[in-house]
């Protein structure tokens, strides 16, 4: 065939044009430390005059301008790490250099808002191009909404939104129609990397791969499979998952195991509590038929440990898939693993960074179910779908990204979850051997 008559390169055709100029830091894996590069005390008089200069380039310097300049910097207007500075200057006028003081333990975040330091220092250039992005992916209409669990059937084909949030606590919601942005969902296998997180705090790694293997299956996410050791595969498929939550405190009653998964959703999405979906619940737990066998099957391998109860786990593993968030919630939750177990908004350290690298390895392996390849692949991040249509995705180092959109493709994955993750690293450098190909 002469060259000419050859067909274009489709992969380009509808794509954005490739945008590589980078808003947020790329390449190494970096986390911020649990208080936010707090120096000592007399750093804060160095904090407060560097903030001083950026907000008096600004324009004029009011106790407003510099509110605003901070939101305009993906800081919230509740985030607890500026109460102080809000408090102070909210109502403040106009500010003048002699008396202009930062409380001393808010003046370094402070700062690096104003001075653009924070890991998306132009954010509001960051999110234009996320936006970018977010619209391109909902031109996707491929894919069904999950049927096999009743009430999920019910879901919105067209809902579709997006959470943002940086390693520095930057965040921001989009949706794609009036009320997207905050519309709740069940997490469903969302859950599975959260309680296995849990699994090593409590047991280790040790005990937890006595248990579960760590390959991907190469199969549906409900396969009734064993590997050659008779374990489950990994924690990321159901099997694994089932027995994953016999191993979260089994000696204790359900309603407290519950519980203690809920504490960390809760401290992983800033404070915010989950919520939880009794219809789909009730639903999914009347036509668990499969689960059931997985955990039969299981059971007759000697799989569990003899402490657990194969039906006290199946019922913890039902009740977390029924976890109920958005998307601003889940984004937060992302970020927590991508900034190496600590919540960025509260500091919190909530899963060492132990836990956190083996949870982003299976994630990487085995988190998109039997198209974990293709998406390491092409995307090259840790992710981790569930039928509802939920997707989270970890940028390491960088940020936390939540997708919810219901039409999942062949796989069980979100068919516009899979398309932005598809376009955010043709538009950022963030796939995992991306610096390799920069350094060419
Ligand atoms: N609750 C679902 C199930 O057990 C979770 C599966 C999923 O999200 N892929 O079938």
Redesign the pocket.
Known sequence: MEDDALPPPVTHLSSPKPDTAPALAPGAFRTRPAQFERAAPAAGEADSKAAWRALAARGEPTGQALVEALEAAGLSADDPRLTATRKAFAEAGALDEASFALPGDEACLVRAALTGALAAGDFPAFRGRITNLFHYASGVSAGKV?A??PQLAKADPEAFALGCCTIDGQRFELGLREGDAAHRFCV???MKPMNYALALELAGETVVHAHVGREPSGQG??EITLNQKGRPHNPMI?AG?ILTAALIRPGLPVDKRFDLVCRLWRGAAAGDAPGFDAAVYAS?TKH?D??HALAYFMREHGCFPPEADMHEALEL??RC?AIETDVRRLASVAATLANGGVCPVTERQLVSRESVKAVLSLMLSCGM?DFSGEYAFTVGLPAK????GALMIVAPGVAGFAIYSPRLGAQ?NSERGVEFSRRLVQAFPWHVYAPIVAGA
Request: hydrophobic content about 35%; overall charge neutral.
């Open positions: 999950a096999y669990i469903q296998s969302v996410f409900n159901n998952a999914e668990a499969r689960n593993y039902l898939c179910y779908s569930g039928v509802s069980g």
